[in-house]
Structure formats: C-alpha cells, structure tokens
C-alpha cells in the first residue's frame, strides 16, 4: 500500500481508497456511463478493460476494482450494455453480475434476474478458471438469496481454491455467518479462531477478526438502553483487546499493508481504537490515512465524515 503523507488533509470519501488509476476511471465514467447510448458504452467499456487488464492476475486489486465499480455503476445501463455486446468478455460478465447483486443488496431484495446472474458469473469462470472473481460474486449473491450453508460453503471453497485470502470472500463470509443473516455468534466465533493460527499477519483479509468485534460492538450499541450506554466496557474484554492489540502497532508500520483494501481496514482500526479510547493509538492511524474515509464503520455513529472528523479530534487531543 502506498502510505499517505502524514500532513492532515481534509477528510474524504474515497472508494477507490489508494488506488489512484481507479480513482481517476471513477471521474471519468460517473459523467457519462448514464446516457447508455452505444458509442458511451464502448468508451466506458474500452477504459474499464484497460484498467482490469492492469495486473490481471492481482487477484486481490481485481476484486477491489470491479467491486468499486459495482458499487458505482449500479443505476447505470452499462454493464448490462457491455455484458449483452460481449457475452465472452469475462470482464463484462462480471461486472454487470456483481452490479445486479450490489443493487440488491442496496434495495434489500433478491436480483432482478438471479439465474441470469448465475449464470454471468459460471460463463465468466469457464472464460477465466483461475479468476476467484467468479465465485467471489457467487458468495455474494448466496449471502442476498439466504441461501444454505452446504450451498455457500460450496461456493466460498471454490474462491479459497483460487486465492487462499480473498478479502471480500472472508468479509462475506463473516456476514453470512453472523446472528444477522444465516448464522449465530458462535459460528462467527468459531470462524475467526480457526483464522488464528494459520493467517499471516499482513494478507489481505487480515482485518477479518477486527471486523468481527466491530460489528459485535455495533450490535450492542443498536439494542439501545443499557447495553449500549455500557457498550464501550466491549472493548476492555480480553478477546477485543487481544485483537486491538495484535495489530494496532503493526499497521502502520510503512509497507507492513499493502494489499488494496489496506485504508479500509485502518478505518476500521482508528474507528476501534477509538471507541476503546486508546487515542494515542488511533492518532497514528489517523496520521497515516490522510483523510481517507470508509463509510463502515463510521455510519454507525451519524454521517461517516462527521463522525471520522470527530474521532480525529479526540485522538489528536489525547496526546
């Protein structure tokens, strides 16, 4: 990850967190992606593929890219323009599935076409059989369907088969998993601590424990009453501390991260250390994100700006 300077800068939302190619691609595509007209889609086609095809076999930066662009294309004709023009464009295929599943998930419903999404992703794994892409999506739209876990297991052994830390697969799985969704807290549990003692420190999914506590602690706070006013005591528990711990130092340690969601998972640790008020901690997780901000976790507070400004200032006045 190329670390931001440390000098404060103005706070921001950035998708693309560091990746600069991708963040240039956004600029450009938002303006004319929405029109849909024939000569706008091989445009914006012909600049995504540039884009993808940098480093093609990053599996990591490449499921960063197309999920960003999911996320922002969703209310756009292009990916269904692109995918339906070059229905062996793997690049195509998934995209426009992986924007059906986003959008869904936006809506709090199922897929328009879910067979066709389906079937957008398996066309795109016989086109790529190593891309874990394919199946990353399949996890995705297992989680919006609610689907069994025999089903969803299936699928998440197929990504680990291609790429052993996918980042999203594990953030999937760990949602799917939890009381919210198909699983219980025990199953979150169990999933983490089988992540102990053979992940290494720095891969891409290394901010899968933390994530856990953070939502655990988002739980407690959304019960309101009592076990929100005491919420903050989550952090003081040995499991949480022991995962604070484990990473607040290492982090930020130049080069130590350095896979594509690296600012995100910082959020996630400045937001934690902060909660936890180990401010001189989260200082200097502050210092290295240089304004970058993530709308999770902070959304749980207010407006992630707002409360990412806020949390700054705290830390910074604990020193």
Avoid at 71 to 93: D, I, K, M, Q
Wanted: proline share 5%; glycine share 6%.
């Amino acid at each position: 990850m190329a670390f931001l300077s440390s000098r404060r800068k103005r706070s921001r939302l950035a998708p693309e967190l560091d990746d600069q190619d991708l963040g240039k691609l956004l600029k450009s595509l938002v303006a004319t992606a929405r029109t849909g007209t024939i000569a706008t889609t091989d445009l914006c086609a012909a600049q995504i593929s540039r884009l993808l095809d940098q480093d093609a076999r990053d599996w990591d930066r490449r499921t960063h890219r197309l999920g960003v662009l999911a996320g922002y294309l969703t209310e756009t004709h292009l990916p269904r323009s692109w995918a339906a023009r070059e229905p062996r464009n793997a690049h195509a295929l998934l995209l426009h599935a992986w924007t059906q599943v986003a959008r869904a998930r936006r809506q709090g419903g199922a897929p328009d076409d879910p067979a066709g999404t389906v079937d957008s992703c398996l066309r795109a794994a016989e086109l790529a059989p190593e891309d874990p892409t394919p199946w990353v999506v399949l996890l995705e739209l297992a989680r919006v369907e609610r689907r069994e876990q025999s089903q969803v297991f299936g699928v998440w052994n197929e990504v680990l088969a291609r790429d052993r830390w996918n980042r999203e697969a594990y953030l999937s799985m760990l949602g799917y998993l939890s009381p919210e969704e198909a699983g219980s807290r025990v199953q979150v549990l169990d999933f983490v601590d089988s992540l102990g003692a053979r992940m290494p420190a720095n891969v891409p999914c290394a901010g899968t424990e933390l994530t856990a506590q953070v939502r655990q602690y988002h739980t407690l706070l959304a019960r309101g009453g009592v076990e929100a006013l005491v919420a903050r005591n989550h952090w003081s528990h040995a499991m949480a501390a022991q995962a604070l711990d484990r990473v607040a130092h290492t982090w930020v340690q130049p080069g130590f991260l350095r896979h594509a969601g690296a600012l995100a998972d910082l959020n996630t640790l400045a937001y934690a250390l902060t909660a936890a008020d180990r401010r001189r901690e989260a200082h200097a997780v502050f210092e290295t994100l240089g304004g970058v901000v993530t709308p999770w976790p902070w959304q749980a507070g207010g407006d992630p700006l707002t409360e990412f400004d806020q949390a700054q200032r705290r830390a910074s006045a604990g020193l």
